[in-house]
């Protein structure tokens, strides 16, 4: 597959007026030296989105997001980045060069593009049979029960797996798609007696990446007498990460800015659907019937400020919004709580009070500590043995704050609401981080072979620096000293995924190649760590700045970059390894293990990184 040339990346960049560019998309006037806006990315009245043209880059004082014309193409389409340096060209009538790219990223960008072509036309094939199979009618049933109309089905592609997979396997036979290209794309199963479909009578929910491509699908089942999994999601693929993908976020993005940075958070496709079409909540997302992850919460981060939890009001939802709060809130977001009522979710409160409901309790939720302790103090009632237990566990979840500031406000009011001494509930709190900080300097001095500082510790801040495997380090120290390596490693940003995702400190990679702080710019540089996390801004402090030479820096990227893959690879093989231990009583996954672990190992022999 090729790639744009670095000279036609060069001249694509060097003939973009940001200016044209941002003022194909929104109104701008001009303010002195720069133009000025209402920022597109979020709500706001007064504007405070300024294109520098001096800079050639764009700011939002209001929601901290910034870049250049590239990154503005790409956050205001959902494209990614060689596609918006596509769209740039066209503006600026640029003929596009291309190049061969390296064989083995080439081959992987050919099975994920032939993937997410097979799963659309799969999306369509299952769509049409919901419609128009008369097998499918107790799934057409069930969407009625539900409350789903037929033109919602149509908005959100859903669809009905048949128990035979024969029509698909021809289907997608008459498109140029074999055996093996379903297999690749898990659409089709294999064991020791042969292929199997792997969904088979279910109610069937698109998945779709940000850029709105079908990388996957959630079956639901239909008759729990065949099948006792709730629900089957595609195992992964090349295009298909259960733990970085949510539900509805590629409807989300525009509305969570519009609804001023907040983000709805349910646990059911069907309640996010309920959520979009039945009260307008269009900033609604959920997860794939799985935990909420680290990855879910930083890929929000991107998007949001504030997530308010609309899970079920039982003691399950109560359990589950816990850990969705510790993740959401080690990731920088302000966390609020909806209180539904006991037994009700989004969908059923809808159906059973009215759109007008739902909008009003996510209207009043409060936050997260705050609805917690509310409730855990109404359950407790005049019981003192049960208050007095409440205190060290408030105390533990108000330690998942990372910002100091937030975090002392948070010790203030909830101390008011345990009457109990301010004192006494902050050194509560103290101790519970100062036994964070004692596990992670373990775990750091555990970490320090693979490269991981281990004496950076601020201690007026309270707050560990977030851990940095040193490829990731040496990454961010090439991104921080040279504008040509920024760009360099943001045309390589599809190739960091796997380091960013898998090694210590790929989330602070992440946000400088999203941020990209102008290299030599100390005032930039003091903004982009004045908007991190305390964890984060520590870590970047360690962060060394170099000179690279510019004559051989493409070749100190690439080597960076395969560097980092390498160690990437290995940490997911290593993990790997360890779940391989633990199937030994399930063939099917302990096959499909092993097979992930084979196509790892050679994707790792053709890495031209050394281990260290």
């Not at 997302?285 to 799985?290: H, I, R």
């Not at 005049?382 to 409440?390: E, F, I, K, V």
């Not at 330690?399 to 203030?412: F, H, K, N």
């Not at 400088?512 to 005032?523: H, N, T, Y």
Request: glycine share 6%; with cysteine; proline share 5%.
């Amino acid at each position: 597959m090729s790639r744009i040339t670095e000279e036609c990346e060069a001249r694509i960049k060097s003939s973009t007026d940001i200016v044209e560019v941002v003022g194909r998309y929104v109104t701008l006037r001009r303010a002195g030296y720069s133009w000025k806006a209402c920022c597109p990315f979020h709500n706001e009245k007064t504007p405070s989105f300024h294109v520098n043209p001096a800079r050639q880059s764009f700011h939002c004082f209001g929601c901290g997001v910034g870049g250049d014309a590239v990154k503005f193409v790409m956050m205001f389409e959902n494209l990614d980045y060689p596609t918006a340096l596509r769209r740039l060209a066209d503006i600026g009538g640029i003929p596009v060069i291309e190049e061969e790219e390296n064989p083995e990223i080439a081959r992987q960008r050919r099975l994920r593009t032939l993937i997410i072509q097979l799963n659309e036309l799969a999306s369509r094939y299952f769509h049409h049979q919901l419609c128009r199979n008369q097998e499918a009618q107790h799934a057409r049933d069930y969407l009625r029960q539900r409350g789903v109309n037929i033109e919602e089905a149509k908005s959100w592609q859903l669809g009905w797996a048949p128990p035979d997979f024969g029509a698909l396997r021809q289907l997608a036979k008459s498109h140029g798609f074999d055996d093996r290209a379903l297999a690749a794309a898990n659409l089709v199963g294999r064991n020791e007696h042969g292929d199997y479909p792997v969904f088979r009578d279910r109610l069937m929910f698109p998945i779709y990446n940000v850029r709105g491509e079908v990388v996957g699908f959630s079956g639901r089942v239909m008759r729990t007498d065949q099948d006792p999994r709730k629900y089957v999601n595609t195992a992964e693929t090349a295009a298909f990460r259960k733990g970085e993908l949510l539900f509805g976020l590629y409807k989300a993005t525009a509305p969570i800015g519009k609804a001023g940075m907040q983000v709805v958070i349910c646990e059911g496709q069907l309640d996010v659907i309920a959520c979009h079409e039945k009260a307008d909540v269009r900033n609604a997302v959920a997860g794939l019937g799985t935990a909420f992850t680290d990855d879910h919460a930083h890929i929000l981060a991107k998007y949001a400020k504030r997530a308010t939890l609309c899970y079920d009001g039982d003691r399950a939802g109560i359990a589950a919004s816990e850990k969705t709060f510790r993740k959401l809130a080690q990731a920088g977001l302000d966390v609020y709580q909806a209180a539904l009522p006991p037994g009700e979710d989004p969908d059923s409160l809808i159906r059973s009070q009215g759109a007008e409901a739902l909008q009003q309790a996510i209207a009043d939720a409060r936050p997260y500590l705050i609805y917690r302790v509310s409730l855990e103090l109404e359950n407790c009632g005049q019981d003192a043995a049960a208050r007095a237990a409440l205190v060290p566990r408030m105390a533990e979840l108000t330690a998942q704050i990372p910002d100091l500031i937030r975090r002392d406000a948070a010790i203030v009011d909830l101390a008011t609401r345990l009457n109990i001494g301010l004192d006494s509930f902050r050194a509560a709190v103290e101790k519970i981080l100062t036994q964070q900080r004692e596990s992670a300097r373990r775990e750091t001095a555990r970490g320090s072979s693979e490269g991981v500082p281990t004496d950076r510790i601020d201690e007026q801040t309270e707050v560990m620096p977030l851990q940095m495997h040193n490829a990731i380090a040496g990454l961010i120290s090439m991104a921080l000293s040279s504008k040509q390596a920024q760009d360099l490693l943001v045309e390589r940003i599809e190739d960091l995924q796997e380091p960013i995702r898998t090694l210590p400190g790929g989330i602070l990679l992440q946000r400088v190649l999203e941020s990209l702080p102008l290299p030599g710019d100390e005032k930039a540089l003091r903004d982009f760590a004045e908007n991190l996390p305390p964890e984060q801004a520590l870590a970047l402090r360690s962060v060394p700045l170099e000179n690279y030479p510019e004559d051989r820096l493409d070749e100190h990227v690439n080597f960076a970059c395969a560097r980092a893959v390498g160690f990437a690879l290995r940490e997911r093989i290593d993990t790997l390894r360890g779940r391989i231990r633990e199937l030994s009583d399930d063939p099917e996954k302990l096959s499909a293990a092993l097979k992930e672990l084979q196509q790892l190992q050679l994707l790792l022999s053709t890495t031209d990184s050394p281990e260290s």
